[in-house]
């Protein structure tokens, strides 16, 4: 289940990148857990984020290829 979060501080994570104090980011609830209780989010007053709501996964995604012709 994925649960937003908001930065009060400035920092960075391998995956997700640089996150700077008042950045919201969604993310799975163990990651989010570790950022609350170190004192580096909080999390938003928002509901979860249901399954039918997530994204498809990267390594599901089709991928197009475009021709030369396209360009």
């Known amino acids: 289940?994925?649960?937003?979060?908001?930065?009060?501080?400035?920092?960075?994570?391998?995956?997700?990148?640089?996150?700077a104090a008042g950045d919201v980011m969604r993310c799975d609830s163990a990651l989010a857990a570790f950022y609350v209780r170190d004192g580096v989010a909080k999390y938003t007053k928002t509901e979860p984020v249901t399954e039918q709501a997530e994204s498809t996964p990267v390594g599901q995604q089709k991928r197009t290829r475009k021709t030369k012709d396209a360009q």
């Not at 994925?2 to 920092?11: A, L, P, S």
Request: hydrophobic share 30%; glycine share 10%; charged share 20%.
């Open 1 to 19: 289940m994925q649960v937003e979060i908001k930065f009060k501080r400035t920092g960075s994570h391998s995956v997700y990148g640089n996150f």
